[in-house]
């Protein structure tokens, strides 16, 4: 990858309007994709960050509602109940040579981006962040770290490297991990019990995980399980684990969605984790009825 790259953001929200400002600010062409509205403000008045690990800043991007034109790298940061409208803002035939690097939660939406674009250049990663979009270019980046994990199975490495050391220079603790599905996994297995919770009790961490401690050690042991079967390692002792080190009040996304009536990540998150347990045959009966709870609450 080129000195000063070309990146396209679809969706410049919390996670995409982070990366965004901060590639920008680091020299690379950034180009976001959004809705006529957005797009218009970002325009006007570029993307400002508030964040404890960056400073204030503000950032100049360009902003169109579609793909025109052959970029490096194009990152997919909308949510999944939005990823199938937002994607035809990029027509395959606009992409180039270049990278799709999806940001999304969940373990389905690689299979469905490399029916769409060049497989050999989709690469998943896995972001760990708290970030928020409050208004259109206006960021609340909460958490004192980014880090991101490129995988990409099948995709060159020197590409994945490029990437990364694009990243790295942007202020984001990026780097390349070797096994697609261990990574997304992971992120799975963590965020599936906690979100499923913590949502579905609307308590945060603290409270859903002494109240509801027999169910999380269940949730934890079959997400652990079908991870397993998928071909992803998982040590459900440390996931316990993990979760009591949260400061109590701690809120999932998900929780936080349902809060303010916004669709939630359900299907790609606690249906992924469903069907691919159908898949293996992996008994899953705790996941099952808080999902299905969840849907009859109208999620
Ligand atoms: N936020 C985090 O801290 C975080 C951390 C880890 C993982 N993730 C994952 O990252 C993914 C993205 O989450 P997020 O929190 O960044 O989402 P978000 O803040 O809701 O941002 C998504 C963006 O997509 C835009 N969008 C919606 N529909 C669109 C369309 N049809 N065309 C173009 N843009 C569209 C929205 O634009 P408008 O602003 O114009 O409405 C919004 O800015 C999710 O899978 C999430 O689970 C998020």
């Not at 403000?41 to 400073?55: C, D, E, H, K, N």
């Not at 100049?60 to 790298?73: C, G, N, Q, S």
């Not at 389905?108 to 050999?120: C, G, I, K, N, V």
């Not at 960021?139 to 995709?155: C, K, M, N, R, Y």
Request: glycine share 8%.
């Amino acid at each position: 990858m080129a000195s000063k790259s070309t990146v396209a953001v679809l969706g410049p929200g919390g996670t995409g309007g982070l990366l965004a400002a901060l590639l920008s600010r680091s020299g690379h062409r950034v180009v976001c994709l959004a809705q006529e509205h957005t797009a218009g403000t970002l325009r006007r008045t570029g993307i400002a960050v508030r964040s404890p690990q960056f400073g204030e800043f503000t950032a100049p991007v360009e902003a169109d509602t579609e793909l025109r034109e052959p970029v490096d790298v194009c990152l997919i940061a909308v949510k999944h109940t939005t990823l199938d409208a937002a994607l035809t803002r990029v027509p395959p035939a606009a992409l180039g040579d270049a990278l799709v690097v999806p940001l999304l939660n969940g373990v389905e939406h690689p299979a469905a981006l490399r029916a769409r674009y060049r497989a050999d250049r989709v690469a998943p990663a896995v972001i760990r962040v708290e970030s928020t979009r409050t208004a259109p270019g206006v960021i609340e980046h909460g958490s004192p770290f980014t880090e991101i994990d490129l995988a990409g199975d099948g995709v060159p490495h020197a590409r994945l490297d490029a990437l990364a050391a694009v990243l790295t220079g942007a202020g984001v603790t990026a780097r390349v991990v070797e096994d697609e599905t261990a990574a997304l996994w992971a992120k799975m297995a963590f965020l599936a019990p906690f979100a499923l919770l913590t949502t579905r009790y609307g308590l945060p961490l603290g409270e859903a995980r002494t109240r509801h401690r027999a169910e999380l050690e269940d949730l934890v042991a079959e997400t652990a399980a079908v991870s397993r079967a998928c071909g992803a390692p998982a040590d459900p002792a440390q996931a316990l684990a993990r979760y009591d080190t949260f400061p109590p009040g701690t809120k999932s996304s998900m929780q936080r969605d349902a809060e303010a009536g916004r669709p939630l990540e359900l299907d790609a998150i606690g249906g992924a984790l469903l069907r691919a347990a159908d898949r293996h045959g992996v008994p899953a009966p705790v996941t099952a009825r808080l999902v299905s709870e969840l849907r009859a609450a109208g999620h």
